[in-house]
């Protein structure tokens, strides 16, 4: 019967481990075709050592009707605001000069990983009602709340959430911020041959320049499903991810074992863009893929090869969507050189909640402020969009 959680009683619970929660539980609260809030996802980070170290301390709270989790929401304990992808270093500085702790702090996200989605996870078959749906929000907010002055946490942040889902928690003192990532966005291409021809003449020359060069340096590139990738080949695609942040004195986040998880137990929705010479592997990047959406997340290549990182990154990606009949492509966070390969500006959303009554007010003056900043920053790149005129 629609619209009768008010007549129910709720069971809000926290886990540190998804450990604790049954897969098929889990994943009946989304669309497992998104795959990054999938129990696999998640519970690997946990698994293969991508969070503590560097980190990140899981907090998963649950509501449970009756025995029935109907909703969830994957949240992390932070002392540092790395691998968040929503800058907020400004804030800290406040803090700190205020004489206050910021950290640790309270987010909603998935760990590296700025692609839109539910954070607010529901049951949508055993919860058909949008009512009842937006009191389970507005349940888990309560208790995450709670559970953030309970534990003198600063503050609560919901990254790379849908918009509509974030204003209609106004009422929870959740604030709004944006900020632009470049997509791509698939018109009905028959080939890419036909979505260059949608492009300015000069941009259409310049990525076919490019390509060029690639052929030209005797290259097999082939995009790849986890299904097709032996151990071995992952350990190589890791090596190379990872070579990248030791040339730059940093650590790789996502661990060897992580990435061969995900493409054992996730195949059809964990792929690579391989680059091989003489049938080395010289280069690749990871992707991941929804029914609509096709995800880049990371690269990895250890020599010189002209243009390779478009190909890899952006061109196997148009590629792939075009075969695939995918919607969309999301290529990772920032980059304006995206824009002239057909990516266009995109917002994406956050919300943010301030315990300290003092600061929630100067931080909300300080994203109205920011708002009309990116409006207008996203106004400008659309002004030197790629496309044709008439697009």
Known sequence: MPGNLNNVELRVSVTHSLGEVPVADWDALADTSYPFTRHCFLHGLELHDCLEPFGWHPVYF?????????????????????GELVFDH??????????????????????YTPATGDRF????????????????REALCRA??????????????????????LEA?????????SDVQFHWQNQGYRDFADFLGHLSSRKRKNINKERRSVDSQDLAITMQTGATIGADDWQRIHDLYAGIYRRKHGTATLTPGFIRHLGENMPQQTLAAIARENGKIVAAALFFRSATHLYGRVWGCD???????????????????????LQYFD?????????????????????????????REAIGQFLGQERRYIQSYQADLLDHSPYKATE
């Not at 025995?67 to 932070?78: S, V």
């Not at 390969?341 to 003092?358: D, M, V, Y």
Request: with cysteine.
């Open 62 to 82: 649950l509501i449970h009707r009756a025995r029935q989790l109907i909703a969830a929401m994957p949240c992390y304990i932070k002392t540092n605001s790395y």
């Open 90 to 111: 400004a804030w800290v500085n406040a803090y700190q000069r205020s004489g206050l702790d910021y950290y640790p702090k309270l987010v909603s996200a998935i760990p």
């Open 121 to 136: 996870l529901i049951n949508y078959e055993l919860v058909p009602d949008a009512g009842d749906r937006q009191l389970l």
């Open 144 to 165: 995450i709340q709670g559970f953030c002055d309970d534990q003198d946490l600063s503050s609560w942040h919901i990254l790379f959430e849908r918009q509509p889902v």
């Open 169 to 177: 928690l106004a009422d929870r003192d959740i604030m709004l911020r």
């Open 303 to 325: 020599q010189y090869f002209r243009h390779l990182h478009f190909e890899c990154c952006y061109y196997q990606g148009i590629d792939y969507c075009i075969a695939e009949s």
């Open 331 to 359: 290529p990772g966070a920032q980059g304006e050189h995206k824009l002239s390969r057909g990516f266009l500006p995109t917002e994406t959303w956050s919300g943010h909640w301030i315990a300290n009554a003092q600061f």
